[in-house]
């Protein structure tokens, strides 16, 4: 099983960038998708950004263009990078599987995106 660590929240101004960073743990990281996900509060969690074993990514409409997923996986690490947060990027971003596995969620990194 993988467990997941992230790590890179903060508080940021609109416009602003940061890097979140999740490591995993469990040495068959590699084969699987991870996704980022993100709760915006009162929201469900939401799928944002797919990276696929070879690092391919797929975006969700909300972030594309801004936001780019990438993967270590001599590091057992997954990245996000967000470019031009809008305060509707403001929530407890996650990584985990694709599908996500419940076991596997860790405590997120809040991201909070204001003026």
């Known amino acids: 099983q993988v467990q997941f660590v992230e790590s890179g929240g903060g508080l940021v101004q609109p416009g602003g960038s940061l890097r979140l960073s999740c490591v995993a743990s469990?040495?068959?990281?590699?084969?699987?998708?991870v996704g980022w996900y993100r709760q915006a509060p009162g929201k469900q969690r939401e799928l944002v950004a797919t990276i696929t074993i070879g690092g391919s990514t797929n975006y969700a409409d909300s972030v594309k263009g801004r936001f780019t997923g990438s993967r270590d996986n001599a590091k057992n690490t997954v990245y996000l990078q967000m470019n031009s947060l809008k305060p509707e990027d403001t929530g407890v971003y996650y990584c985990?599987?694709?599908?996500?596995?419940?076991?596997?969620w860790g405590q997120g990194t809040q991201v909070t995106v204001s003026s």
């Open positions: 469990g040495s068959i990281f590699s084969m699987y998708y």
């Open positions: 985990n599987t694709i599908p996500p596995v419940a076991h596997s």
